[in-house]
């Protein structure tokens, strides 16, 4: 195997190092929580285009729900639109296994229609990983991608622990290059690859299988720079990068300085520097419009990853949802909880969903002062065995803990799950489905597309704001505040907030409520529309009983379910209840902020129904909260006497959700 490596080692010297740019997805999910539009990337794309790039990474990931939910775009018609106009340079997508774009897991029919058409609509490289290196969860998407013409990129999803060896690694490797991959990639999704690991990891992989390799980090910690010279100049052929305006911290190392570093060497990157130059420009702009304040970050190297592991994707997503559940100054508390509820699991990589599931459960111990007081349906699944093999063996005290007397299974996930295409779309209200792509988003995100769907089949002018609009003008708004804030102090002690608040935004108006609580303010009025409302000190802010105040969505940080969506010709949710909360003495509320559904999912009947007679312990609702799904139950015996809220509805912490006779 030596001689065969040393001979590997000298031809890769003599070609151009291929680098792929993750400016068009990793990079602004990393940074900016996802929130690049089309149409920004449409103004830059014939520049990107003609630079030079191995690849363009620009979608899957977390771009595919954030289309949808937060932009208002159709996701396929991104890829339609970049691959008209990136005409030199094979686009890339990050594929999650049998999670696809989602989640959850799907069945083998979804994700092969799944992956024929994002070939047909111009993705040509498909890295494909699973958050638990359980190749199990790979065999079908690529076999798919292989079916279907694409390049099939097969992935070592990259952390440490007692169990994550070099060894378990080229084991993990063989195994994938016995389904077929083209290449492989080393992801190193939160920075913690170390420049000596690098050059280990890659010289094994290199000494054992004969297929490419290529690195993708994070420069979170520091290390990612010197990781990606290390693992080059072991015989990795292939590293990502982002444009400079768009690099560092969470996101990947510059292009510029590592094609500096490289066209020094005996490697050579081919790329165009003028053009690098104008599209580092343009991001530079474009930054002041898309980055949320709250995935702002504080430090350009975060040391601490070396011991939480959050990924670069996560954490921008972590601050946003505690600071959406009025918890950002638990922030710290939370990443340490992380490294305890990643034990507790097994030590996943914390990728896509696993992060989710341990990040959430994690920020769900810290909220609730009681370790595993709640936990959210997805973790239950994960402790079950329902995403895969965990790395390391689950503590049999900790499964009965969380299952009871239930056996996780032992076999393929995707066994368990029957043909989902045939009878996917049945139930679909008549004229929301206009192509077959939308069938596969429908089957990725249920009431995102529904939502979605409905708002594009409306009028221009009859559409709801684009929420990512929305979180736009909050910000504006707290910048507003802290303005006012100051002139107040050298006038009257009151502040009109009429341009703060959007027309029937309510949740501007909860956000800049949240933003003066802590300005010592002698009044705070708001006018817009006919809502109004005034806040003074010493003094109760009034409450509307059957208009609850809708809190801002969460940034997707990505469930292990579809979750639960109206449907037309499906058993019907109860309507919400008029009447007052205050009556009840007897309650069940919310425990974070978040969404509210009174079905475990689409078409099924709801838990509770007013009239039904419930005992302490049942499940009564489900509230969806960073994107995971938690079953909120009755702490006492009673009688269902109201629902306040309907499917759909955003909620907040302490909202009375429903009252018991």
Same mark, same amino acid.
């Given at each position: 195997?030596?001689?065969?490596?040393?001979?590997?080692?000298?031809?890769?010297?003599?070609?151009?190092?291929?680098?792929?740019?993750?400016?068009?997805?990793?990079?602004?999910?990393?940074?900016?929580?996802?929130?690049?539009?089309?149409?920004?990337?449409?103004?830059?794309?014939?520049?990107?285009?003609?630079?030079?790039?191995?690849?363009?990474?620009?979608?899957?990931?977390?771009?595919?729900?954030?289309?949808?939910?937060?932009?208002?775009?159709?996701?396929?018609?991104?890829?339609?639109?970049?691959?008209?106009?990136?005409?030199?340079?094979?686009?890339?997508?990050?594929?999650?296994?049998?999670?696809?774009?989602?989640?959850?897991?799907?069945?083998?029919?979804?994700?092969?229609?799944?992956?024929?058409?994002?070939?047909?609509?111009?993705?040509?490289?498909?890295?494909?990983?699973?958050?638990?290196?359980?190749?199990?969860?790979?065999?079908?998407?690529?076999?798919?991608?292989?079916?279907?013409?694409?390049?099939?990129?097969?992935?070592?999803?990259?952390?440490?622990?007692?169990?994550?060896?070099?060894?378990?690694?080229?084991?993990?490797?063989?195994?994938?290059?016995?389904? $077929?991959?083209?290449?492989?990639? *080393?992801?190193? !999704? &939160? @920075?913690?690859? +170390?420049?000596?690991?690098? /050059?280990? #990891?890659? %010289?094994?992989?290199?000494?054992?299988?004969?297929?490419?390799?290529?690195?993708?980090?994070?420069?979170?910690?520091?290390?990612?720079?010197?990781?990606?010279?290390?693992?080059?100049?072991?015989?990795? $052929?292939?590293?990502?990068?982002? *444009?400079?305006? !768009? &690099? @560092?911290?969470? +996101?990947?190392?510059?292009? /510029?300085? #590592?094609? %500096?570093?490289?066209?020094?060497?005996?490697?050579?990157?081919?790329?165009?520097?003028?053009?690098?130059?104008?599209?580092?420009?343009?991001?530079?702009?474009?930054?002041?419009?898309?980055?949320?304040?709250?995935?702002?970050?504080?430090? *350009?190297?975060?040391?601490?990853?070396?011991?939480?592991?959050?990924?670069?994707?996560?954490?921008?997503?972590?601050?946003?949802?505690?600071?959406?559940?009025?918890?950002?100054?638990?922030?710290?508390?939370?990443?340490?909880?992380?490294?305890?509820?990643?034990?507790?699991?097994?030590?996943?990589?914390?990728?896509?969903?696993?992060?989710? *599931?341990?990040?959430?459960?994690?920020?769900?111990?810290?909220?609730?002062?009681?370790?595993?007081?709640?936990?959210?349906?997805?973790?239950?699944?994960?402790?079950?065995?329902?995403?895969?093999?965990?790395?390391?063996?689950?503590?049999?005290?900790?499964?009965?803990?969380?299952?009871?007397?239930?056996?996780?299974?032992?076999?393929?996930?995707?066994?368990?799950?029957?043909?989902?295409?045939?009878?996917?779309?049945?139930?679909?209200?008549?004229?929301?489905?206009?192509?077959?792509?939308?069938?596969?988003?429908?089957?990725?995100?249920?009431?995102?597309?529904?939502?979605?769907?409905?708002?594009?089949?409306?009028?221009?002018?009859?559409?709801?704001?684009?929420?990512?609009?929305?979180?736009?003008?909050?910000?504006?708004?707290?910048?507003?505040?802290?303005?006012?804030?100051?002139?107040?102090?050298?006038?009257?002690?009151?502040?009109?907030?009429?341009?703060?608040?959007?027309?029937?935004?309510?949740?501007?108006?909860?956000?800049?409520?949240?933003?003066?609580?802590?300005?010592?303010?002698?009044?705070?009025?708001?006018?817009?529309?006919?809502?109004?409302?005034?806040?003074?000190?010493?003094?109760?802010?009034?409450?509307?009983?059957?208009?609850?105040?809708?809190?801002?969505?969460?940034?997707?940080?990505?469930?292990?379910?579809?979750?639960?969506?109206?449907?037309?010709?499906?058993?019907?949710?109860?309507?919400?209840?008029?009447?007052?909360?205050?009556?009840?003495?007897?309650?069940?509320?919310?425990?974070?902020?978040?969404?509210?559904?009174?079905?475990?999912?689409?078409?099924?009947?709801?838990?509770?129904?007013?009239?039904?007679?419930?005992?302490?312990?049942?499940?009564?609702?489900?509230?969806?909260?960073?994107?995971?799904?938690?079953?909120?139950?009755?702490?006492?015996?009673?009688?269902?006497?109201?629902?306040?809220?309907?499917?759909?509805?955003?909620?907040?912490?302490?909202?009375?959700?429903?009252?018991?006779?």
């Amino acid at each position: 195997m030596a001689d065969r490596s040393q001979k590997k080692e000298d031809a890769l010297h003599k070609l151009p190092l291929r680098i792929t740019d993750t400016t068009l997805r990793d990079a602004h999910q990393s940074l900016w929580a996802t929130r690049m539009r089309t149409s920004d990337i449409m103004e830059i794309i014939d520049t990107i285009d003609k630079a030079g790039y191995y690849s363009l990474e620009m979608w899957g990931g977390a771009t595919f729900d954030v289309c949808m939910r937060f932009l208002r775009e159709n996701p396929w018609e991104r890829l339609r639109e970049v691959k008209k106009r990136a005409t030199k340079t094979p686009l890339q997508m990050l594929l999650r296994g049998q999670n696809a774009v989602g989640y959850r897991n799907y069945s083998d029919d979804v994700i092969d229609k799944f992956v024929a058409l994002a070939c047909k609509n111009g993705i040509d490289i498909f890295r494909i990983f699973d958050a638990l290196n359980d190749t199990r969860n790979l065999e079908a998407a690529i076999k798919a991608v292989k079916k279907h013409g694409g390049h099939a990129q097969g992935t070592l999803a990259y952390t440490t622990s007692p169990v994550h060896t070099v060894e378990k690694y080229v084991e993990y490797a063989k195994e994938q290059v016995q389904l $077929g991959v083209d290449s492989l990639c *080393i992801k190193d !999704m &939160a @920075g913690i690859l +170390s420049p000596i690991m690098a /050059e280990k #990891l890659v %010289s094994a992989l290199i000494k054992e299988v004969d297929v490419p390799i290529q690195l993708h980090a994070h420069a979170t910690s520091g290390m990612a720079t010197p990781t990606y010279v290390e693992g080059v100049r072991a015989g990795a $052929g292939a590293i990502d990068c982002s *444009i400079s305006s !768009m &690099a @560092g911290f969470t +996101s990947q190392p510059p292009v /510029e300085t #590592l094609a %500096s570093i490289f066209n020094e060497t005996n490697y050579a990157t081919n790329l165009d520097f003028d053009a690098l130059a104008d599209i580092a420009a343009f991001f530079s702009k474009l930054k002041h419009k898309r980055a949320h304040k709250s995935t702002a970050m504080d430090s *350009i190297i975060d040391p601490g990853i070396l011991v939480h592991q959050i990924p670069g994707g996560m954490i921008s997503n972590f601050r946003s949802q505690l600071d959406m559940q009025g918890a950002l100054d638990k922030l710290d508390d939370a990443l340490k909880e992380v490294t305890a509820v990643r034990k507790d699991l097994g030590y996943p990589p914390l990728v896509t969903p696993t992060s989710q *599931i341990v990040g959430t459960q994690a920020v769900m111990n810290v909220l609730s002062g009681e370790r595993y007081s709640m936990v959210p349906n997805e973790v239950k699944e994960y402790v079950r065995g329902k995403y895969g093999r965990s790395p390391a063996p689950i503590d049999p005290e900790f499964i009965k803990k969380i299952l009871g007397d239930e056996k996780p299974i032992d076999h393929r996930p995707a066994d368990d799950i029957k043909p989902m295409l045939p009878t996917i779309a049945n139930d679909l209200e008549a004229g929301l489905i206009k192509e077959d792509e939308d069938v596969l988003s429908y089957a990725m995100f249920p009431e995102v597309a529904i939502e979605y769907f409905k708002w594009r089949n409306l009028p221009e002018e009859e559409r709801d704001p684009i929420p990512a609009d929305l979180e736009m003008e909050a910000d504006k708004s707290t910048e507003e505040v802290k303005i006012t804030d100051l002139a107040m102090k050298q006038g009257n002690g009151k502040a009109d907030t009429d341009q703060m608040v959007h027309t029937n935004d309510y949740t501007g108006i909860a956000h800049v409520i949240a933003q003066t609580a802590g300005l010592n303010l002698d009044e705070l009025s708001i006018r817009k529309g006919d809502f109004s409302i005034d806040i003074r000190a010493n003094g109760a802010a009034p409450r509307p009983s059957a208009q609850p105040q809708p809190a801002a969505a969460p940034s997707p940080v990505e469930p292990a379910q579809s979750s639960p969506a109206p449907q037309e010709t499906a058993p019907q949710a109860p309507a919400a209840s008029a009447g007052d909360a205050s009556a009840y003495d007897n309650t069940v509320t919310a425990p974070l902020v978040g969404t509210f559904y009174a079905a475990s999912e689409p078409g099924q009947p709801p838990f509770v129904k007013v009239g039904d007679s419930v005992k302490a312990g049942d499940t009564v609702c489900i509230v969806e909260a960073m994107k995971l799904f938690n079953e909120i139950k009755a702490t006492k015996d009673g009688i269902v006497g109201a629902i306040f809220y309907k499917d759909g509805d955003k909620v907040s912490k302490g909202d009375v959700l429903i009252g018991l006779k």
